[in-house]
């Protein structure tokens, strides 16, 4: 029966690489044999200590900072970057990259609850971006208070046109539809259960005058005239001659709930933490949340069981603990039913049961093949073009990032029952077979840097191979890098054989052999770059 029961010994090597391939962009053989010293409640200590990004903000081709910050107020960017650029997307993905902890892969997943579009400024998107990675470390409920008033998100769903004489219900559709408590069955015309179509009005009313100006709060610079005072980010304002005063009268999803109108700016901040506390408290808010998470971290299928024992207990620690999202997610995968070891036969449903997402098999890619990559602020335009290609592929391959398809996300994420398979037909594999390891071993090269794998080079100084000049251990630690198991029978025999292309095993000690004392590397760059080639190719790679 499925459990929170706590997992507490030693994770070992397949349960660490389990567990970094869930929760970080990160992964190197080194940090994997790191974590399997640990328990998982050390593990995840060392996964949950975010630090701030280096650089704080993104820069222009000159390496000038170029959005101004509370912390940063002055830019020197003597480029005057145009607004069209998608500099702030690059800046995360470069820090996503090389960020060891789990904060930029949560970052994300709070991009799925609340989702808006880059459609905006950069400085408005980076804003956008930092509210979330600022919340990876908080509270759900509070960041609903402060999604709200994001500039991003009221663009996005129009909430900056809610006003008490034009109401707009957007905001408040996607609010209970899509971002916290979602739809129950329709068991009435407009009664989806957890709320109803005269919830949906009420809400819209607590929205309206929560809006922004395009003259200030929409400029780089004059934007920080108007910081939430916690997190010191950029947000909207109260609109009180646009407000709806009168009181909100909400249905029995929410026990006929009465929300007192407010008349002042600090009485309306009041009245939309009240709403949001009335969503909040619903058990099924609770419920919604776990569920998205057990999605995002363990599988897609909630069976009875899984909901029984797993969701609802999960639930009921969520809203104890005041949404806060860390503790939460601990609590998930400190659990023996993560590591899939509640069974007889351990591994077999859980570890290895997602597709990754595009931007998992990149930046996977990238951190387990060891791919050099300049310093951001000693060449930010190669960076920036990489990253450029990147977004490029993983749009192609259905994953538009922080793009999504639509308010409800990404195919991947949100389109049941399938979820994350839809991250694979016919059109994206190419993508992921061709546009990936293809490329980095031939090579290209962005503002004068080269990226390219050079595999001899990897395998004779990284440290992670054992024995290189006997061809069945390097196969084992290859094996090791990119697919935690080692196969057997016609799997292991298939990889052999591509790999070896005919050679012996003695012909193949003797030609690496070589290598190593004369530094020519073409006899064995052509069978190692065949082989990672499969390995990458393969459907093990394509799966956490």
């Not at 004059?222 to 909207?236: E, I, S």
Request: proline share 5%; aromatic share 14%; glycine share 4%.
């Amino acid at each position: 029966m499925p459990s929170l029961a706590k997992k507490t010994t030693v994770l070992g090597y397949s349960n660490a690489y389990h567990l970094l391939r869930r929760t970080t962009f990160n992964i190197t053989k080194a940090r994997i044999l790191d974590m399997s010293t640990k328990t998982p409640e050390q593990a995840l200590d060392i996964l949950f200590n975010f630090t701030s990004p280096i650089p704080p903000s993104p820069l222009n081709a000159n390496q000038e900072t170029i959005i101004p910050t509370f912390a940063n107020p002055t830019i020197t960017d003597t480029l005057n970057t145009d607004n069209s650029v998608s500099y702030d997307n690059y800046w995360w993905l470069y820090q996503a990259m090389k960020d060891q902890s789990a904060q930029y892969r949560i970052a994300y997943f709070l991009h799925l609850l609340f989702v808006t579009d880059d459609n905006a400024a950069f400085f408005t998107n980076f804003d956008y971006k930092e509210l979330l990675r600022f919340h990876a470390n908080g509270s759900l409920k509070e960041l609903a208070v402060r999604i709200t008033s994001d500039p991003s998100m009221l663009i996005y769903l129009n909430n900056n046109l809610n006003k008490k004489n034009s109401p707009n219900q957007n905001y408040a559709r996607e609010f209970l539809e899509l971002f916290t408590i979602l739809k129950g069955p329709q068991i009435a015309t407009g009664n989806y259960t957890n709320y109803t179509e005269t919830d949906v009005q009420q809400a819209a009313k607590v929205f309206t005058g929560f809006t922004l100006t395009s003259a200030n709060q929409l400029n780089k610079t004059a934007r920080l005239n108007l910081l939430d005072p916690v997190t010191k980010l950029p947000k909207g304002f109260i609109s009180v001659a646009n407000h709806e005063p009168a009181d909100k009268t909400f249905s029995s999803a929410f026990g006929n709930a009465v929300i007192t109108g407010g008349t002042t700016e600090a009485a309306i901040q009041t009245e939309l933490e009240n709403f949001i506390t009335l969503v909040f408290n619903q058990d099924e808010t609770a419920k919604a949340y776990c569920r998205r998470i057990y999605r995002y971290f363990v599988g897609r299928e909630i069976t009875t069981e899984i909901e029984n024992g797993i969701i609802v207990p999960l639930a009921v620690f969520l809203k104890n603990n005041n949404y806060q999202i860390l503790p939460t997610i601990k609590e998930l995968l400190w659990s023996k039913h993560f590591y899939d070891e509640e069974d007889t036969t351990a591994g077999d449903q859980i570890i290895g049961s997602l597709v990754k997402s595009p931007l998992e098999f990149y930046l996977h890619l990238f951190n387990l093949l060891q791919l050099q990559t300049p310093l951001y602020t000693v060449n930010a335009d190669s960076i920036h073009g990489l990253f450029s290609t990147i977004y490029y592929y993983a749009q192609s391959a259905g994953m538009p990032i922080f793009r999504p398809q639509s308010v409800n996300g990404y195919s991947g994420y949100s389109s049941s029952p399938h979820y994350d398979k839809n991250w694979i037909t016919t059109s994206t594999l190419r993508i992921r077979y061709y546009n990936s390891i293809d490329m980095l071993i031939s090579g290209f090269t962005k503002s004068g840097f080269l990226y390219k794998l050079n595999l001899p080079i990897f395998v004779k100084d990284s440290g992670n191979f054992s024995n290189p000049a006997n061809a069945d251990i390097l196969l084992q630690d290859f094996f090791s890098i990119l697919h935690i198991e080692v196969p057997t029978g016609t799997r292991y025999t298939y990889f052999r054989d591509v790999f070896l292309g005919g050679l012996s095993t003695i012909n193949w000690s003797n030609e690496w052999n070589n290598y190593v004392n004369t530094g020519t590397s073409t006899a064995v760059k052509i069978p190692i770059d065949r082989l990672v080639k499969a390995l990458i190719k393969s459907p093990e790679f394509q799966v956490l």
